[in-house]
């Protein structure tokens, strides 16, 4: 059977693949309410706000998106990033905090549109691997902690996490152990459904609680239900802020929408590689864009493709976009019919379902790989200890520091290779890696390691023009730019300088293995110093027999 295209199965229309994503989508229902209203207290907002935002990611993923396993709807990692985000622009205002967090939900989905028609889908490459895990690590363990109170019944005085955690164990004393048992059962359940994943087995337990509420078992032992859940659709409306709050909320949205969709498109591109689907990144950041617009028009919560509720959604064997609708149908008629039940819900059973939501993540040994390599140690560790020290936001925020720190630190290196002749073969070879391959008498070869642009391409080039002032090659210089697929102006510039240094001390330059970009940019911008016959040849073998040929 051949692969399936874009967001869709190849039996799409078959009554089997109908069934199929029925099966699912009754399955991840089952899941994505109560994570929704779970990760609604993560957020720090009203019941209401996750379940809205879980409509507004199914239905306009489900209609717009290109994957057939995403799941779009709210995430615990944009919920705490929100939280972190708006209580310290808001200062203690509540109102304030809740009006902000709508705009910077607004503006997120904003800058998802602009990506899309900017065609930045790979855009959430800038952040490396390494620091995604070590911030995820950070983050897990965060939110984790973030829900002993609601399980244990304390109210410590401080929020972040090494006061919260000091805070906990001081109170011990005053923990409500019956919470704590209930908390741990709920987790063992959640643990055996999770062998079946065709059974909703967050909303058995969660039924499981709602009976011992109205058994009165919880009341007796002191556990607290979740509260009322009124869910009203209002009329859309963009919260009323002055500008200054507006341009706050900008700078907030930009790390917002950064880590969603640093997480959707790891979600994505997991299980579209898993089963050999097409997607398109562009795409999926339209579709984001407008999820999140809408969520925050109704005041609705972040929304982004949580690997959770795809991996859910593939296991319970989904046969496209469809099976997200029909969850989306469920959740309809079960907040419709049962929300008062829901509102009954104890919070330590909530507690459990974010606590397991969150358990792929919370696993030190994601990061055991970079020490056995020995690579990208230090900004893994920096990205888990600034969540845990700074929090989330701050956290957040350094970690992308940190990650295009790691880019530009490699990309500026000036690192150059000087090439020779491998044996009697055409290939050309770094001759400090192969000291058995040497360059032709009288020639220079070299290749810088780094693609080449305005950042590098001044002290790349000034090595290069130093050995060509120290060797004086009678046959001058080949460069190869096989790691540049692209120029900018300053290292347009850069080569003509080059050019015309070599060309006034009797070293003629020619460029090997230059991409057709590049050749296209070097024929449109005539520079008399970089003439066609410079980059003819393709390849350094090429370059080499013009080179020495010329001057015989």
């Known amino acids: 059977m051949p692969a399936p295209t874009a967001g869709t199965a190849p039996t799409g229309a078959t009554p089997g693949a109908w069934r199929a994503d029925l099966v699912a989508g009754l399955a991840i229902a089952g899941l994505l309410l109560p994570e929704a209203v779970a990760y609604s207290g993560i957020a720090g907002l009203p019941p209401q706000a996750g379940v809205i935002a879980l409509f507004a990611g199914l239905l306009v993923y489900g209609l717009l998106g290109s994957s057939r396993f995403a799941i779009v709807s709210a ?36 800058l998802f549109l602009l990506a899309a028609a900017l ?18 690590l950070g983050l897990s363990l965060t939110i984790v902690l973030k829900q002993c109170p609601k399980i244990l019944d304390v109210k410590p005085a401080h929020g972040d996490f090494l006061r919260l955690a000091w805070d906990l164990l001081a109170g011990w004393r005053h923990w409500n152990l019956s919470g704590a048992a209930l908390a741990l059962g709920a987790l063992a359940l959640l643990h055996l459904f999770a ?3 065709a059974v909703p087995g967050a909303l058995l337990v969660i039924a499981a609680g709602i009976a011992l509420d109205l058994s009165g078992w919880t009341q007796s032992h002191g556990i607290a239900a979740v509260g009322n859940i009124a869910l009203q659709f209002s009329m859309p409306r963009v919260p009323g802020l002055t500008t200054a709050d507006w341009m706050r909320a900008g700078e907030l949205a930009a790390a917002l929408a950064l880590i969603l969709y640093a997480e959707s498109y ?15 990144p562009n795409r999926d950041l339209a579709a984001l864009g ?12 972040p929304v982004g493709a949580g690997f959770s509720g795809t991996s859910a959604n593939e296991s319970a064997g989904a046969q496209s976009r469809r099976a997200g609708l029909i969850a989306g149908a469920v959740v309809f008629a079960a907040v419709c019919t049962l929300l008062p039940w829901i509102s009954r819900t104890p919070e330590p059973v909530l507690a459990a379902i974010v606590i397991r939501a969150v358990g792929h993540s919370l696993n030190p040994g994601s990061l055991k790989p970079y020490f ?32 295009l720190a790691m880019l530009l630190h490699r990309l500026s290196r000036p690192q150059v290779s000087w090439l020779g002749r491998l044996a009697d073969s055409h290939d050309f070879v770094d001759t400090t890696r192969h000291p058995e391959a040497a360059a032709p008498k009288g020639l220079l070869i070299a290749r810088p390691e780094v693609p080449l642009f305005f950042g590098n ?5 000034g090595n290069v023009r130093q050995a060509l002032a120290r ?38 330059l020619r460029l090997a293995r230059v991409k057709d970009e590049v050749r296209d940019l070097l024929a449109q911008a005539h520079n008399p110093a970089i003439p066609e016959e410079m980059w003819r040849g393709w390849s350094v073998d090429d370059a080499v027999r013009e080179a020495m040929g010329g001057g015989d």
Not at 266 to 280: E, K, L, P, Q
């Open 290 to 301: 407008l999820a999140n617009l809408a969520s925050g028009l109704f005041q609705g919560m």
């Open 195 to 197: 062998r079946w994943r």
């Open 471 to 508: 060797d004086h090659p009678q046959y001058g210089l080949v460069l190869s730019l096989e790691e540049s697929p692209d120029l900018d102006g300053t290292t347009l510039e850069a080569l003509g300088e080059l050019a015309v240094f070599a060309r006034a001390h009797g070293m003629p």
């Open 457 to 461: 391409v001044d002290s790349v080039l």
């Open 372 to 403: 056995d390599w020995r690579r990208d140690r230090l900004v893994a560790l920096t990205a888990f200890a600034g969540v845990l020290l700074l929090g989330v936001l701050h956290g957040l925020l350094l970690a992308i520091v940190v990650s």
């Open 266 to 280: 790891g979600s994505i591109r997991t299980f579209a590689m898993r089963h050999g689907d097409n997607v398109s």
């Open 119 to 136: 065609r930045l889908g790979a855009i959430s490459n800038l952040i490396a691997k390494p620091v995604l895990r070590g911030f995820a």
């Open 75 to 110: 995430t615990s990692s944009s919920a705490a990033v929100l939280l972190a985000a708006t209580t310290a622009a808001a200062e203690g205002d509540a109102g304030l905090r809740i009006a902000l967090g709508a705009a910077v939900i607004l503006m997120a989905g904003m």
